[in-house]
C-alpha cells in the first residue's frame, strides 16, 4: 500500500543485480551486526514463542544440483549492425561463457545474418566438451546482412530435436527481425519441442521494438530476457542463463511498500537509487527479514526485492522487458524464479488505486442531509455519512477489470517457475489497515466504521482475486486479516504506522487545517489536497514494528 501521490519500493543489500551490465553480487546470505542480532532474537523468542512450529519446506537443492546440466546452443546475429566494436564486445562475451560451460556440457552455436528465407550457419556443432572449437568459432565471426530472426529459430530448434533432456537456446540480438514477427515461430517451436526447452533472448542495445520481440521470445518458451548495453553486461547476462554469474537465494519475497518496513513519513522515494524505492532505513524491521531470521537455515538466505508503492502491472511490465523501468535492479518476477526453497508474494492492493481516497470516498460515501420540516436543508444540522452499495460493485469492477486480470495471470503464470523448482510459493491476503472504531485514552470511543467498511471492500476484493489464482497454481495463501483485527489505525493498539481513522479526522482531526468539505448538500468533493503529509502520514496503512511481526508469525505459520 502507498499512499496518494507516491509511486511505489524494493531489495536486500547484496542482491543480485546488473550494475553497468555486471553481476553486482553472488549468492548472499543474511547477515546482522551485533544490535540486530539482539533485536532479532528477542523478536524471533516473541513470535516464535506464539506458533511453536517446525519448518518443512518441499524442494530439495541438492535434486536440483544433481539435474542434468541443459544442452546449450549459442545463437548470435551477426547481421551488418554487430559489426565493429559490438561484435567484439559479444565475442569476449561468448568466450568468457564457453569457460564457465560445466564439464561434460554439450554445446554449439550458429550465427545468422542475410535475406528472408536465411537460416544461419551451423558454425560449431553440438558436442560435449566442445570449448576448443567454440572459441575457434567465435573468434571468426563477421558481421554482415540482415536480421531473419523466424528462420534462425526454427533451424536451432531442428539442431535440437534429437536432443534428449533439458535444452535451451541463447539468442543474441542487437536488432528487430527483418523478416516478420518471431514470436509466433518461437510458440510454435516450444510446442514441438515440449518439456525442458527453452530460449533466452539478450537484446544487445537493443532498440524497444526489437526488444519487445526478444522479450516475447523468451516469455513464450519459459525463458528469461536480457536487456544490456555493454560487453560486462552481456557478460553477466550469459552468466545468469547458463548458472554461472545467476546467484539462487532460499527464499525471495517480492511485494510492495507493505514489505518494506517504511512509513509515508519515512520514504524519501527514489527507485533510480534505492532498490527498495525509498532511501535510508526503515523503521521498522520488514517482516520478509523476520521471516528469514525466524525459519532457521531453510530460508535465511534472503532476496527481499518489494518496492515502494508497485503494482502487479509493473511487476509485469518489468519482467517483459528484463530489466526495472528505474533502476539496474533485476525484476521481481525474474528474482522470484530463482528461489529454491520459498517465494512470497505481496502485490496486488496498488492496482485498486487504495489509496485514492477522492475517488473511493465518492464512490462509496452516501449523505443524508437532515431537513426542516418544509424538506428544506437545514443548515444548522449535521448531514450523516454511510456506505453506499456503490461501494462493492466499483471494488470488484476494478478488481476484475481486464487489464487487471491479465495482468494477474501473467505474474502467477511467472511464479510456476518458481513452484516447478521446488520452491513454495506463498501469496499473503492483505489486511484492513483501518480500525473499527477510535480508541483514545479517557476519551469515548468513536465510530470508524466508515472508513473501515470502504477499506475491507477494497481489501476483500484484492484477496478474492489472489485466492482464486492461488488455489489455481497450486500455491498457498496465508490471511493477514485476522491478526490485524482490532489493530488498525486508530485502535490504542496499533500494527500500522496510521493513528487516525475516521472521515472527522479528514475534517479537520489529524489533518486539521487542510481543506476537505463535501459542499452540503450537493454532495460533490471540493479540491483537497490528499498529497498532504499530514493525512498521509494520520491514514498511514503501512505497518509497524508490531505490524511486521505479526505478517511474519502468519507466513511462518502458513508454511509449518
Sequence with gaps: MTRCGQSAPGVIDGRARLTGGTVAAGRHRLRLSGRQRVVAASVAAAVMAAIAIPMVLSGSGDARAAAAVPTTLFVVDTSGSMGGQRLDDAKAALSTAVDALSPGQVAGMRSFAGECGDTGTLVTPLKADNKAALHRDIDQLQAGGGTPTPGSLEAAAADLASVKGPKQIVLISDGQSTCGDPCPVAAQIAQQQGVGFKVHTVGFNAPDTAEGELACIARTTGGQYFSVTDAPGLTGALGQILGTGSPTHEYVAIGDSTTTGFSVPTCTEDRATSAFGCVGAPPATPFPQLVATQGGSAVDDLD?????????HEAVADLNRGKNDKGPWVPQLTAAGRATKLVTVNLGINDMNFSDYKGWLASCVTVKVRTTFWGLPNPSATPSLGQSGNCAK????????PALQKDMDAMFT?????????AKVVVTKYYNPINDKRQLRFQPDRSCSLLHGIAGTLVGAMNTQLEKRATAHGFTTVDLAPAFVGHGAGSGDSYVFGSECEVGGLLGGAAK???????????????????????????????????????????LGGIK
Design 304 to 312: 527481499r526485492v518489494g518496492i515502494w508503492g508497485y503494482t502487479i
Design 513 to 555: 487545517g487542510v481543506s476537505f468539505d463535501f459542499d452540503w448538500p450537493s454532495r460533490q468533493l471540493k479540491d483537497v489536497s490528499f498529497t498532504d503529509k499530514k493525512i498521509q502520514a494520520a491514514f498511514d496503512p503501512h505497518p509497524n514494528g508490531k505490524g511486521t511481526q505479526a505478517q511474519a508469525a502468519a507466513v
Design 414 to 422: 511467472a511464479l510456476d517457475a518458481a513452484k516447478a523448482k521446488g
Design 394 to 401: 466499483a471494488a470488484e469492477a476494478k478488481a476484475t477489470a
